[in-house]
């Protein structure tokens, strides 16, 4: 099977969000940058499914430069080989992205398309839908289990056309979808627990040859532009001790007098 795994650079933060001085972007002086945790799901998946039905794992990612380093991490997870839609580091909004993601896959005749169901930044669940409808493929998003039937191993079609089971969580149910291949898979955190990079994955993903493409600007698209960003004001929290004993009665009943909660 062939496999293309769509990830974006966003910025790795562990703690408080500090935002750089012209509220244009997150800073990571102290952090770094890193792919959302679905998507990195979404490389496990497909680097799983190859090994044990054959073929392979393309990483796809648009972005600026920088963005090499997030693509040979995926590298070092398994993958055979990466593709970076080089921009200029400008915003790109789901549409823009969606169009140079559909315009340059289109013609390479991957089996399956797999995206992580909403990256770690923007949260915007429009890109594998988007892409979806403008290559014509039928699309299953927020999908935690993922079976391929009618592929045997070596990549032979047997057993019918073949197709994906997928299956998603929803109100304490299972949804399950069967869908004809090729198609556009969304998949959440938890699918599956990705492996740790090996010694001779990152050696051999440092060596990789990265494919880089300048997709067509297309700053129409969205109309979209980033004015600033800003952290929201946090609203703190804290306890306090009433008291010990019979002698903490007296506070507790004035506080539920304040409460209301007395008759």
């Known amino acids: 099977m062939e496999i293309c795994v769509c990830v974006k650079r966003v910025p790795m933060v562990g703690g408080a969000i500090v935002v750089t001085p012209d ?12 792919v959302s945790p679905h998507e990195e799901c979404a490389v496990e998946e497909a ?4 090994e044990r039905l054959g073929g392979s794992v393309a990483v796809l990612t648009l972005g600026s430069p920088e963005a090499a380093e997030q693509v040979r991490d995926m590298l070092a997870l398994g993958a055979s080989r990466g593709v970076l839609l080089q921009t200029d580091g400008a915003e790109w909004g789901p549409v823009a992205t969606a169009a140079a993601i559909a315009e340059t896959v289109a013609d390479r005749q991957y089996d399956l398309l ?6 770690a930044d923007t949260g915007g669940y429009q890109v594998p839908v988007r892409v979806a409808h403008a290559l014509g493929l039928p699309c299953v998003t927020g999908i935690k289990r993922l079976e391929v039937l009618g592929v045997g191993e070596g990549g032979e079609v047997h057993e019918g056309p073949a197709r994906i089971v997928a299956g998603r969580e929803y109100r304490g149910t299972e949804e399950i979808f069967e869908v004809l291949l090729p198609a556009v898979v969304s998949v959440k955190e938890g699918i599956n627990l990705p492996r740790y990079p090996s010694l001779p994955g990152r050696l051999r ?12 600007p297309r700053p129409e698209s969205d109309g979209l532009r980033k004015v600033r960003l800003r952290v929201p004001e946090s609203t703190s929290q804290g306890a306090q001790v009433l008291g010990s004993g019979a002698a903490a ?5 004035g506080l539920f007098d304040d409460l209301g909660v007395l008759p």
């Not at 972007?25 to 940058?33: A, E, I, K, P, R």
């Not at 680097?47 to 190859?50: E, H, L, P, R, Y």
């Not at 797999?114 to 990256?119: A, P, Q, R, T, Y």
């Open 23 to 34: 509220g244009m972007d997150v800073d990571v002086t102290m952090s770094g940058f890193t």
């Open 47 to 50: 680097v799983q499914i190859t």
């Open 114 to 119: 797999l995206f992580g169901n909403e990256s």
């Open 205 to 216: 993903a440092k060596r990789a040859t990265i494919e880089t493409i300048e997709p067509r």
């Open 249 to 253: 009665v007296p506070a507790l009943v």
